[in-house]
C-alpha cells in the first residue's frame, strides 16, 4: 500500500507542476508554447478547465500526501 501511494503521489506532483507552469500568468506563460494562439490563453472555456484540472490534481496530491504520512 506504501508503495502505491508513493508512485500515486509522485505522478500526481509531476501532473501538478505540469498543469502549473501551463497556466498563464501575466505573460504568455507556458500555455503559449504548445501551440496556442493568443486567443487560446485567453479562453474563458480552456483557463477554467484548466484551473479546475489543477485544484484537482492538488486536492489529490494534498490528499495522498496526508495518507503517506499517517502510513509511513
Known sequence: MKY?????????????LLLVFLHS??????????????????SGVVQKNLDRLTVGFAVAFFMTTIALA???
Open 25 to 42: 500568468g501575466k505573460d504568455a506563460g507556458l500555455s503559449m508554447t504548445f501551440g496556442g494562439s493568443g486567443s487560446f490563453g485567453g
Open 4 to 16: 502505491v501511494l508513493v508512485g500515486l503521489d509522485t505522478i500526481l506532483g509531476v501532473g501538478l
Open 70 to 72: 499517517y502510513i509511513i
